[in-house]
């Protein structure tokens, strides 16, 4: 049977989300889950709703729910970690100091200065986490669904000396989104996206064998709904001739020409969702949420509200490679994986979002050769603040961080270079209990080989 460790389980809906997909596997009827989560009241609620629904469809599963991350990950075949270092508490400054500095996130996790402080924060939790399953578990593979992907992802694979796997859905949902302009079955398209995590391109979509790349800029202006949605995505499309995996807000966030100026802002986002754009559209979105889940609780206990439903797969690649690794079922997906020559225009060492295979051999990434241009300079620029967060996350050198977010595209549209400092400055001071490298801990990592030279090949 497996033993699968969660690390950062209170997070309620995508536990049992997660957990109904692996069970949804046969032959993972009767697998161990270990929960872990420092929130104790979120971890009792996911762990009585999870043992209901295993309850429910009478599986032989079993959990184990505990605060302690060593006892969670001693033994275990698999480690997925969905940790929020820092709560909304931490990322309200994430977005609101940055805020009055003119620099308009929405979201706030994968760059800008709100995405670099959280990989400053996240990353020693996952070298944690790493040093846990090196003692405990060093065959486990690690499954990563924490943001932000690129960064965590390249700390874990220069100082963890864990195997590791970054995981994110953006590339599914604009499958479907593409799918859906082109009024075709989503199974009949096909497709090849590359790049870095968010930041990923269509550089392939067919149909029978036909090239459906120039269709789809008409296809998304014509579909109402889509041009509506997706305006910041559509513009980049139309300018750079392929489209991006993420969301408009998101996308809009991570470019210098859309959230500058805040009286032409407005054209570029919509008001439909949060994640259209809005000014902190998702921590607004997570505050209006507020105790939801503890309002339904009693719901999902009594029967009041659904439980999902065995069997009732999600397109989460999480599950799937676990299926792959251990039927020898064949999947194929979009996975965060380290840059070994892959993509050529893109530098060695860092984290890219790119088509992989697996099997019982392991994780096999493919080829991708030169990104068009345009895509890869966009790319190039992110991964420049990657690498400069990655190394002050593991050295504890302030003056990269602020460097880091100097040469941020958002950030350098907007603020002058003493405004950059000062914001740093202001953040330190505010996050500085999640920050164990710069708040007086002296945290430091150096870099562990990988196993087996860093391929993500199957261990047992």
């Known amino acids: 049977m497996l033993k699968i460790a969660m690390i950062g389980a209170g ?11 692996i069970l949804a596997v046969e032959e993972f009827r009767d697998a161990q889950f270990r929960f872990m989560d420092i929130h104790e009241e979120n971890l009792e609620m996911v762990t009585q709703l999870c043992r209901l629904m295993i309850a429910k469809h009478q599986l032989p599963a079993t959990i184990t729910a505990t605060t302690n991350q060593r006892e969670a990950i001693a033994g275990a075949d698999y480690v997925f970690c969905t940790a929020r270092v820092g709560g909304l508490e931490a990322f309200k400054h994430d977005i609101e100091i940055p805020l009055r500095y003119g620099v308009d996130q929405c979201v706030g996790d994968t760059l800008g200065p709100g995405g670099i402080f959280f990989a400053l924060r996240t990353i020693p939790v996952l070298l944690d986490i790493a040093r846990d399953m090196r003692e405990l578990a060093p065959n486990a593979l690690l499954l990563n669904y924490s943001n932000p992907m690129a960064m965590n992802t390249w700390a874990v694979r ?121 000014t902190g559209g998702y921590l607004n979105h997570c505050l209006s949420r507020g105790d939801e889940y503890k309002e339904n609780y009693p719901k999902w206990l ?100 602020k460097q880091a977010v100097l040469h941020d595209p958002l950030t350098a549209a907007v603020c002058t270079t003493d405004e950059v400092w000062r914001m740093c400055d202001e953040m330190f001071e505010a996050l500085g209990p999640w920050l164990p490298q710069f708040n007086g801990g002296q945290r430091r990592w150096n870099d562990i080989p990988q196993p087996n030279g860093g391929k993500l090949a199957f261990i047992r």
Not at 188 to 196: P, Y
Not at 223 to 250: A, K, M, Q, W
Not at 315 to 325: D, M, N, P, R, V
Request: charged letters at 25%.
């Open 302 to 401: 009594n029967g009041e509200l659904e439980f999902i439903k065995l069997g009732e797969r999600s397109e989460e690649h999480g599950s799937y490679i676990l299926e792959a690794l251990e039927t020898g079922r064949v999947y194929r997906g979009h996975f965060n994986i380290a840059n070994d020559g892959l993509i050529t225009n893109l530098p060695d060492g860092s984290t890219i979002e790119i088509p992989c295979y697996v099997d019982r051999n392991g994780i096999q990434p493919t080829f991708i050769g030169d990104l068009p241009l345009a895509c890869a300079a966009t790319c190039r620029t992110s991964i420049s603040v990657q690498e400069m967060t990655v190394e002050a996350a593991l050295t504890g050198d302030r003056q990269l961080v």
């Open 158 to 278: 220069r100082a963890g000396g864990v195997r590791v796997v970054g995981l994110c859905h953006g590339v599914q949902h604009s499958h479907s989104l593409i799918a859906k302009a082109l009024g075709l079955p989503k199974q009949e398209v096909d497709f090849t996206a590359a790049g870095i995590n968010h930041q990923t391109w269509f550089v392939q979509v067919s149909h029978q064998g036909r090239n459906l790349l120039p269709d789809i800029l008409q296809a998304m202006e014509k579909d109402p709904d889509i041009s509506r949605r997706e305006p910041c995505r559509i513009d980049v499309l139309r300018r750079f001739g392929y489209f991006s995996t993420e969301s408009n807000g998101h996308l809009s966030e991570y470019l210098p020409w859309y959230r500058k100026r805040a009286g032409e802002t407005e054209q570029w986002i919509s008001r439909d969702s949060w994640i259209g754009g809005e």
């Open 11 to 21: 997070s309620i809906g995508f536990t049992r989300r997660l957990m109904m997909d």
